[in-house]
């Protein structure tokens, strides 16, 4: 199971710190990655890393923005959002793989609910 939290209201140029913790049997998680969606478009990649945190992805829309890392002894996962633009505003969710790292939703096997964040311009 995958419980995401951190998500708000927040102003343009602020940041937030999302974070994803899995419980139960994870010694099959792979790689980890955050969607985001908005209303009536598709599931759309932001970051991905492997879950010892030695490989990591981005969406170029948010590379240099965005930090994904995780904690193994916590079983978490973060994603930091610095300089957060109203583009950004979506609801987030985290994602589990067992077989690789990719930004393709299909390539994920375990989905948590979402966290919505919303940016003000």
């Known amino acids: 199971q995958l419980q995401a939290c951190g998500g708000g209201l927040v102003q343009a140029g602020g940041c937030l710190r999302l974070s994803c913790t899995a419980s139960g049997r994870i010694y099959w998680v792979y790689a980890m990655g955050w969607f985001r969606q908005t209303p009536g478009n598709e599931r759309e990649f932001v970051a991905g890393?492997?879950?010892?945190?030695?490989?990591?992805l981005y969406a170029d829309s948010v590379k240099g923005r965005f930090t994904i890392s995780s904690n193994l002894a916590e079983n978490t996962v973060y994603l930091q959002m610095n300089n957060l633009k109203p583009e950004d505003t979506a609801v987030y969710h985290c994602?589990?793989?067992?077989?690789?790292?990719?930004?393709?939703?299909?390539?994920?096997?375990?989905w948590g609910q979402g966290t919505e964040v919303t940016v003000s311009s």
């Open positions: 994602a589990a793989s067992k077989r690789s790292l990719g930004s393709q939703p299909i390539g994920y096997d375990y």
């Open positions: 890393s492997t879950w010892s945190g030695g490989n990591a």
